[in-house]
């Protein structure tokens, strides 16, 4: 699964130190157009919280309710200074008004 898959919740790890669920999501897109990208991660963002915030997630993680959510975005292309960046900070400060942490990185791994 992906970030241009909107519907759905690519992946869910609760970390064994803090118990905290990550909520990953998986952006492999080019910067090309930063706007359609933009709009793309952001309607994922958007489905992510839906997720939570209705209390779908306990359907799957019944315990959910008793620890810390952070929706999680690795990148595989860096986003680029700018509007981007500037996306990406919103969405930070938005997502931890709602009470959820937020955090995103560039994958470094093997593909």
């Excluded at 620890?67 to 860096?78: A, D, E, G, N, S």
Aim: aromatic share 10%; charged share 25%.
């Amino acid at each position: 699964m992906s970030v241009d898959q909107t519907d759905t919740i690519d992946m869910i790890n609760q970390s064994r130190t803090t118990g905290a669920l990550h909520l990953v999501i998986s952006d492999h897109l080019p910067w090309d157009d930063i706007g359609a990208h933009v709009a793309i991660l952001q309607r994922k963002i958007e489905r992510y919280l839906l997720f939570i915030k209705t209390g779908e997630i306990l359907k799957l993680h019944p315990r959910a309710s008793s620890h810390p959510k952070i929706i999680q975005v690795f990148f595989l292309v860096p986003p680029p200074k700018g509007a981007a960046e500037y996306f990406l900070k919103e969405m930070d400060r938005l997502v931890t008004l709602a009470g959820i942490g937020f955090d995103y990185d560039v994958f470094d791994g093997p593909i």
